[in-house]
């Protein structure tokens, strides 16, 4: 069945790759943390690749009126663009 069972990607390099980025864009010292509810992440990594979920905060998520800062895109794009450079390199 592929009902979803709970997932917990181990420290790896996408993992570390994630980290560092927010470290070095941010200044933030993350926390890694498996809450903020259902993830179709459960099923990927079901197939043995490692997953990570980083996206913005959104108190207002799922509703009709759902919304995102542009900063908040803004950094992600350099977050999410450290990630690569960081497994690419």
Known sequence: SHSGYPFL?????????????????????????TSGGTSDGRFIAQEGTQVVELGPVNATIHQVNESVLVQDLDDLSEIYYQVLTNIFS
């Open 9 to 33: 990607t181990p420290k790896g390099k996408l993992v570390s790759a994630c980290v560092e980025a927010i470290r070095k864009t941010k200044g933030i010292e993350t926390e890694l943390s």
